[in-house]
């Protein structure tokens, strides 16, 4: 079955230390997406990738990096620069132009 | 840039009625509007998605319009069952904007058996 997989579903860190999140997907969809949701706010992006080694930063990009070596993977690294790093990510894809967008079943990250 | 707002925030009816969820967004030019549901700690199911040329889009017991001139798409649901029990939230994609979509914060709807 074609889809999006995160993981892990549950991230625990220690303050200071920088965590990757991992999205893969089969869907042989172009463009990838990161987006961070937090209780009573939307969606809010990170980061997306319309094509391998390229990248543009979202509306909240600050203290996050990806890298997009493959076309099918989007990892997202959480740096200790986050200010308030938990949250509950999404990971999503599309194809270019006026499709819809499919998501992952997201990462939740506690930093203590 | 485009705001999107969905109103109630939070909506709870009995097993059985119609309702209809609202979303409005500030900009009119759209590529599409996409409506999800999301299932505590999970991610977004996509419901449906409406192209800017179209008016509704029609799935089971959901039907979604658009009116772009106005700024608003409702989400409309038929004779609800506590499984539709979830928050619905819309998306738009604006065009001339590398691909980005824009969320409301979504409605929280809860079904009473």
């Known amino acids: 079955d074609g889809g999006i997989t995160q993981s892990p579903k549950y991230l625990f860190r220690k303050e200071g230390q920088n965590v990757t999140l991992s999205c893969e997907q089969n869907?042989?969809?172009?463009?990838m997406y990161w987006y961070r949701q937090d209780p009573g706010q939307g969606l809010r992006l990170i980061y997306y990738?319309?094509?391998?080694?390229?990248?543009q930063k979202g509306d909240i990009a600050e203290g996050y990096s990806v890298s997009r070596e493959k076309k099918e993977s989007f990892p997202l690294t959480v740096t200790s620069a986050q200010k308030n790093p938990t949250a509950f990510y999404l990971c999503?894809?599309?194809?270019?132009?006026?499709?819809?967008?499919?998501f992952g079943n997201g990462t939740r990250l506690t930093v203590t | 840039k485009q705001e999107v707002t969905q109103i109630p925030a939070a909506l709870s009816v009995p097993e059985g009625e119609n309702l209809v969820l609202n979303c409005s967004f500030t900009?009119?030019?759209?590529?599409?509007l996409q409506w999800f549901r999301q299932d505590p700690g999970k991610g977004l199911t996509s419901l449906l998605l409406?192209?800017?040329?179209?008016r509704e889009q029609t799935s089971g017991r959901l039907n979604a319009s658009l009116d772009k001139s106005s700024g608003r798409s409702t989400l409309y649901i038929a004779a609800s069952q506590p499984g539709d029990s979830a928050t619905y939230l819309c998306?738009?994609?604006?065009?001339?904007?590398?691909?980005?979509?824009?969320f409301g914060t979504g409605t929280s709807l809860t079904v009473i058996p």
């Open positions: 999503a894809s599309s194809i270019l132009g006026a499709s819809p967008l499919h």
């Open positions: 869907l042989n969809h172009d463009a």
């Open positions: 990738s319309q094509i391998v080694n390229d990248f």
């Open positions: 900009d009119s030019a759209i590529y599409n």
């Open positions: 409406i192209q800017s040329s179209q």
């Open positions: 998306a738009v994609r604006p065009p001339n904007t590398g691909n980005q979509f824009y």
